[in-house]
């Protein structure tokens, strides 16, 4: 851990950097975010680019409490602040009309912005030092898998400083100033939770619904107690705009996200077998492993030299294991990675869960034979 003044210098090292307009990459509870100021359009416009993420897919804004929250929409309702004393900070973003303060750019062009306070004390540090509000997409290539440690960044952007590190080698603490065009890796140890936030959609006019554009750690029965009325869920077809110019409503909701780079693909236990046969016979492009990963439940099996990764039975040690694992398979220089998908369950964390692996994967080809 690094000692108080160079955690210090880090703070103040990676606030100047953001007030500058450059990017910090920085920890949550759920997932690494790609830290720029909300309200400066060119530093934003630099998170896209750096990502490769399409315009129309908007950021989610975080803050350090509800007082920031509110100069950021024209009216933060009292189902907002209902859900913000229950859930903040914690893994739950709220979408409400946004103010002019708010740039096009952060929604996509949208109405709408998402606004969410995270469960770590290093960013809200970094936001109260900054002193502005910090759009925070995951950390890494758009579409790709998201990152739950330093490390995992710092893979998806070599080129960055990762801090306190940084601090220790030069030993000149904030005297040094960052280029602009470098990203600042603030490391805060891995993430706890491990997929990314539910976005709920609150309603302004009469008749509007209470909408879950993206599952996540915070439930629909969770959210429908608090506010005393029913939520809706959305589904992915109702969600995704066919006109790829048109903002979407939330971020993660892209049809293929969260995504290794080797070919993934998903399968209920019962498609075991097929499976086996699959990875038996499996074969090659050049350059890679005539092998594959297995992401498991249980105790099954994997015949050698194909690898297998055990994964929680518990939905939220799933949660906070997948993405890593994702990372582990994919750096191996596999064929393939297949990923068993749990049983069907009303609990709702499993359904987010399910929800990230079908956006990283394709279903189990099937057999020439069935």
């Excluded at 090292?13 to 309200?39: C, I, K």
């Excluded at 739950?92 to 606004?115: E, F, K, Q, Y």
């Excluded at 030069?170 to 706890?192: F, M, Q, V």
Aim: aromatic letters at 4%.
């Amino acid at each position: 851990m690094p000692d108080a003044a160079h955690h210090a210098r880090a703070i103040a090292r990676a606030a100047q950097h953001l007030r500058r307009g450059g990017l910090v990459a920085f920890p949550t509870e759920t997932v690494y975010g790609l830290g720029a100021d909300a309200l400066n359009p060119d530093a934003v416009a630099r998170v896209f680019a750096a990502k490769g993420r399409p315009s129309n897919n908007p950021l989610i804004v975080h803050v350090d409490g509800e007082a920031m929250a509110q100069t950021l929409v024209e009216r933060w309702t009292s189902d907002a602040r209902k859900l913000a004393a229950a859930f903040w900070p914690g893994p739950l973003s709220i979408v409400l009309p946004r103010n002019a303060s708010v740039p096009d750019v952060v929604t996509g062009g949208g109405p709408n912005v998402a606004i969410r306070c995270p469960d770590h004390d290093l960013t809200r540090e970094l936001i109260r030092a900054a002193d502005r509000p910090l759009v925070g997409p995951s950390a890494n290539k758009s579409g790709f898998v998201s990152p739950t440690a330093a490390e995992h960044v710092l893979r998806e952007f070599p080129d960055a400083l990762l801090l306190p590190a940084a601090i220790h080698a030069e030993n000149s603490g904030d005297r040094t100033e960052t280029p602009l065009d470098t990203i600042l890796i603030l490391d805060g140890g891995p993430c706890a939770r491990g997929i990314e936030s539910t976005v709920v959609r609150l309603p302004v006019s009469i008749g509007d619904h209470v909408v879950i554009l993206r599952q996540g750690f915070v439930s629909a029965d969770q959210i429908a107690a608090t506010l005393g009325r029913s939520v809706e869920i959305a589904t992915p077809n109702t969600t995704i705009r066919e006109q790829p110019h048109e903002a979407l409503e939330s971020p993660g909701l892209l049809d293929r996200h969260y995504a290794p780079r080797t070919p993934a693909f998903r399968f209920p236990p019962e498609q075991w077998p097929d499976v086996l046969d699959q990875i038996i016979d499996l074969e090659a492009p050049d350059g890679l492993e005539a092998r594959a990963a297995v992401l498991t439940l249980g105790s099954r099996s994997v015949p050698s030299p194909h690898i297998r990764i055990a994964m929680p039975t518990d939905p939220r040690q799933y949660a906070a294991r997948l993405y890593a694992a994702l990372r582990e398979a994919d750096e191996q220089g596999l064929a393939a990675i297949y990923i068993e998908t749990p049983t069907q369950t009303p609990e709702p964390l499993w359904q987010a869960i399910a929800d990230r692996v079908r956006r990283a994967t394709v279903t189990l080809p099937t057999p020439p034979n069935a």
